[in-house]
Each structure stands twice: as structure tokens, then as C-alpha cells.
């Protein structure tokens, strides 16, 4: 099994930094689960989720218009991490953050989530 597990999130002034992380496990080691995409996805109280962010095996990158210039997304060697970098955080960005990953042959993952409040 291949388990995605977010971290990172929490409560920010606006204006301020968030790194979110997250961990790819399991039988990684398969050509199966070779990452194909690796995303980001939010979800606000009401609203339908969203994609935020996706970095592609090639290592193109690709933005939600909304946080174009403030949040950038990478990953680590491996493929075993992906991160996004949150900067001049605004109310509307709260929501819940999900990792979202698109294996070459196995299919797709999601993670559990992980609250991002932005307050002050």
C-alpha cells in the first residue's frame, strides 16, 4: 500500500509563511508507483476543492491563478516528498490542504489533509 501523509499546516497572520510537506510510504520502490504528477489541492468550508499547484515528473509547474507568485511547489530527488511554500498568505487561502499524487501505473493517492488558517 502507498499512503500519502501531509504536515506542515497550522494558524498564520495574514501576510505570513507556510511550508506544507508531504510523505509519500509504502511500496514506493515499484515502477508502479512512480510518480507521474504530484499535486496540491485545497478545499474551503462551501466550496468545491481546487487544485493549487502540480509539479510534473519533468519538473514543469503548473499554478492556480489565485496564488500564482505566492506559493511555489517542489519535490525532493527521490520523489518521496513534496512540498509547497506558502508566502503573503491571505484569509481566502484557508482551507484544507490535500497531497494529491498521480502514479505512472498505480493509480491515484490522496492524502488526509492538513488545516491551513490564515487570521489575526
Known amino acids: 500500500q502507498v499512503q500519502l501523509v501531509e504536515s506542515g499546516g497550522g494558524l498564520v497572520q495574514p501576510g505570513g509563511s507556510l511550508r506544507l510537506s508531504c510523505a509519500i510510504s509504502?511500496?514506493?520502490?515499484?515502477?508502479?508507483?512512480?510518480?507521474?504528477?504530484m499535486s496540491w489541492y485545497r478545499q474551503a468550508p462551501g466550496k468545491q476543492r481546487e487544485l493549487v499547484a502540480t509539479i510534473a515528473r519533468s519538473g514543469s509547474t503548473n499554478y492556480g491563478d489565485s496564488v500564482q507568485g505566492r506559493f511555489t511547489i517542489s519535490r525532493d530527488l527521490a520523489e518521496t516528498m513534496v512540498y509547497l511554500q506558502m508566502n503573503s498568505l491571505k484569509p481566502e487561502d484557508t482551507a484544507v490542504y490535500y497531497c494529491?499524487?498521480?502514479?505512472?501505473?498505480?493509480?491515484?493517492?490522496w492524502g488526509q489533509g492538513t488545516q491551513v488558517t490564515v487570521s489575526s
Open positions: 509504502g511500496n514506493i520502490q515499484s515502477p508502479t508507483f512512480s510518480p507521474s504528477f
Open positions: 494529491n499524487v498521480r502514479f505512472l501505473l498505480g493509480g491515484v493517492r
